[in-house]
């Protein structure tokens, strides 16, 4: 079978250098033995689901094979190559993606210095985004909201799948993390969280931390500070209405907390980031 591909580009569109998220390319690809990519200081983030075949994929100095079933991304800045194998081809459904979004995202989640994901089924994300990228004229504001998220949903479906070694109380971590993920825009007090797993107060800081590299109360701020974000470029809410929301103490704690963490007011963040 020769190559082709099902492409949908907005490379033409005019796009701030300092946008939060936009996709620039997503299609489906039917590879044959010829394909091949390299990349050499990456401008872009490519995420790619493997829908059928094989092929190798080669970041850095690291080489792996994505067989069907599997994520790969390649991280902006990256020197990279990948290609398929001759004898089972990749089909693939992927998106070029760029923005300050993706940066935090991929630091807070842990995933940025992860290329391979395996056994997660998450196509049906990237078919949301090529299906609203091919309802789309032109890579208009409401598409950008819409695809950012599905990639944010995306993001926190891989997330429990990175660091997947056995290690001791993985288990307890993990049911704090999710009742963190559940209650983001609640209150959650210490107590609670030990209550959950039948540990002291201290004992359930360390194994959260030793689980995730956060505190569990850093950790509900990072999640607290990226959904405010969202909430900012692509909402029309108010300060005070997403200070409400977020159970901050009010809208001046909130918007000294956000300058603090991320150099700039809430106000100041939604005009210079706005689509």
């Not at 505190?215 to 909430?231: A, D, G, I, R």
Request: hydrophobic share 35%.
């Amino acid at each position: 079978m020769s190559m082709r591909e099902d492409i949908v580009s907005f490379l033409n569109e005019d796009t701030p250098m300092e946008t939060p998220f936009f996709i620039e390319m997503t299609g489906i690809s039917y590879c044959d033995e010829t394909y091949r990519i390299a990349r050499k200081n990456s401008p872009i983030y490519v995420f790619e689901y493997i829908l059928e075949g094989e092929g190798t994929v080669i970041v850095e100095d690291k080489q792996f094979v994505a067989r069907k079933g599997d994520v790969y991304i390649l991280h902006r800045q990256s020197n990279h190559e990948y290609y398929s194998d001759k004898a089972k081809p990749w089909t693939k459904i992927w998106f070029n993606a760029v923005g300050t979004l993706i940066d935090s995202l991929m630091q807070v989640y842990g995933l940025n210095n992860i290329n391979h994901i395996t056994g997660i089924d998450v196509s049906s994300y990237f078919y949301q985004i090529l299906d609203l990228a091919r309802q789309s004229k032109t890579s208009n504001l409401e598409f950008i909201k819409k695809a950012s998220q599905i990639f944010f949903e995306l993001i926190l479906t891989l997330q429990p799948e990175v660091h997947k070694e056995a290690q001791p109380y993985r288990k307890e971590a993990s049911i704090l993390k999710e009742y963190i993920d559940q209650n983001i825009m609640n209150n959650i007090e210490l107590k609670d969280l030990s209550q959950l797993i039948y540990h002291s107060n201290s004992q359930t800081i360390r194994i959260f931390k030793k689980a995730f590299g956060y505190t569990p109360y850093q950790y509900l701020m990072n999640q607290k500070l990226e959904l405010s974000k969202l909430l900012l470029l692509n909402t029309n809410k108010s300060i005070k209405e997403i200070s409400a929301e977020l159970n901050f103490y009010d809208e001046h704690y909130f918007s000294r907390y956000f300058n603090e963490k991320i150099g700039v007011s809430p106000q100041a963040y939604r005009k210079k980031h706005h689509i």
